[in-house]
């Protein structure tokens, strides 16, 4: 038996240099979650081939290889309808309660279809009897359909990664129906939270029509199970991090740069993190503390993302607008308000930046579940996460400073608690944080997800010790 994986996003990115390809992990969640699964059970990932198309398929890691990635090539008709268009102009927007963003349009739906039954397929060519497919998030929702519908016996897993909206915010997707048809090919469906879960259930039931039970859905004389399963992190490759002497100077030096109290927030560019109400909130925070200005720094790391969608362009200029204004108004004697990075870090600098930080902004509208806060949260000596109540994550970590970034004011005065924490309330917080965040590993979650799709009969040994 093999898993085989579909995602849009490939595990490892080739760059080529002087004819010569190097394949780097991708950043995120979904390489460190299923590339250690791949690389011991072997098997086939289905993805697409963003970067060097021409170079085909690939067998990797590359020093070891494992498991073949099956790398479909995109026409750039395909690339702007399905994923800038559908996937990021219609899906994401919708699933994070931006309806008034949503572009609906028949092309872009027909090439999401299109590219769909791209993926599928391919999945269905490298199938074998016993295999267990898995496939990952919004970009790909009609793939267990397809799968189904080619392969009435196979175990199909779907694992949906950003919110799923109350029913009447989902209803105003033109194509509902024929997204839920198609998750409900799967067996096994994962989301972050109970109440994903139930609002997916609630669009069953009222779109639908279909009877739903505790956590499953009857369709077709199938029963689909729909869980809650947050997604963890790699508790100990962060510790392992965060705790080397190189962390500790880096740390150091950034601290020694800013000579101030760091407030840190780390965030793909996106309008869904509320990147410009944080920016206000610490406006506030230096009006109504004027005794904070000199002495308090705020480090925006933000990642360049999806970058010819319209929307992102304008958050761009809307934050830099903010950034200049803030430090504009404020900057002085050699203090700058906000130090504002627009690039990604590699890991090494970010768990530095994590292990110099004072307090932790997390302060998404609407997010899946949010991995910088449990990052952080392995990370920290003695920091204090500020986590907005409508990240999925929030349930999950009671140790964190609850915060709604619609509250302006709110938001700055919980700054100011923060940067006051004690510091054995500091650390007591944190140790509560690292004991839930061990229990939920990354590797447990991967390794419960691929038990309960294949069943104890069909469990492949090594699973079970990941
Ligand atoms: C989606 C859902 C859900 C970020 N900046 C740098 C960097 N990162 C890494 C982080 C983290 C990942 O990227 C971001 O994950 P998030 O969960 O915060 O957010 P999304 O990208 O929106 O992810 C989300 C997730 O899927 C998983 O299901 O939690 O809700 O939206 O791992 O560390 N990594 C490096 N440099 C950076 O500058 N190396």
Not at 231 to 236: A, L, P, S, T
Not at 238 to 245: I, Q, W
Not at 279 to 304: K, M, N
């Amino acid at each position: 038996m093999a898993v085989i994986v579909v995602s849009n996003r490939e595990p490892y990115a080739p760059s080529v240099q002087d004819g010569r390809v190097t394949w780097t992990p991708s950043i995120g969640g979904l390489t460190s979650a299923l590339d250690p699964v791949m690389q011991r059970e072997g098997g086939t990932w289905i993805a697409w081939g963003e970067q060097h198309p021409e170079l085909g398929h690939a067998d990797l890691p590359p020093a070891a290889p494992r498991y073949r990635v099956q790398r479909l090539a995109l026409s750039g008709d395909e690339v702007q309808r399905y994923y800038h268009g559908f996937s990021n102009g219609a899906l994401w927007p919708v699933s994070h309660y931006f309806v008034e963003r949503a572009q609906f349009r028949a092309d872009e739906w027909a090439a999401y279809r299109a590219v769909n039954a791209r993926f599928a397929q391919a999945a269905i060519d490298a199938y074998r009897p016993g295999d267990l497919l898995w496939v990952h998030d919004y970009q790909l929702a009609l793939v267990p359909g397809l799968l189904r519908a080619a392969l009435p016996g196979a175990r199909i897993g779907f694992f949906w990664h950003i919110p799923w909206p109350a029913q009447d915010v989902f209803r105003t997707l033109p194509w509902d129906r024929e997204l839920l048809s198609g998750l409900l090919g799967a067996d096994l469906i994962g989301m972050h939270t109970a109440a994903y879960a139930r609002h997916f259930q609630d669009a069953c039931e009222r779109t639908l029509g279909i009877e739903t039970g505790p956590g499953t859905v009857a369709v077709d004389g199938r029963t689909v199970r729909i869980e809650a399963r947050p997604i963890g992190i790699d508790v100990g490759a962060f510790e392992t991090l965060a705790a080397a002497p190189e962390t500790a100077e880096r740390a150091g030096r950034l601290r020694d740069n800013l000579r101030t109290l760091v407030l840190l927030a780390v965030d793909r560019l996106d309008y869904t993190k509320g990147i410009p109400e944080r920016l206000d909130a610490f406006e506030a925070f230096l009006d109504a503390h004027p005794r904070a200005r000199g002495r308090v720094s705020l480090v925006q790391i933000a990642v360049p993302s999806r970058e010819r969608v319209e929307a992102y362009l304008q958050l761009r200029q809307q934050v830099e607008g903010r950034v200049g204004r803030i430090n504009g108004r404020f900057s002085r004697d050699g203090w700058t308000p906000v130090h504002y990075v627009f690039r990604g870090l590699d890991r090494e600098e970010l768990v530095a930046h994590y292990r110099a930080a004072d307090a932790m902004l997390v302060t998404p509208l609407r997010d899946g579940l949010n991995l910088v806060a449990k990052e952080f949260a392995a990370s920290s000596a003695d920091g204090v996460l500020l986590l907005s109540r409508f990240a999925g994550a929030a349930g999950e970590m009671p140790g964190a400073i609850e915060v709604n970034p619609y509250d302006r004011d709110g938001l700055a005065e919980r700054l100011l608690a923060a940067l006051r924490m004690p510091l054995e309330e500091k650390k007591a917080r944190l140790d509560g944080l690292r004991r839930h965040l061990r229990d939920s590993d990354l590797r447990t979650w991967t390794q419960r997800f691929l038990h309960d799709l294949a069943g104890p009969d069909l469990l492949p040994a090594a699973l079970l010790d990941l």
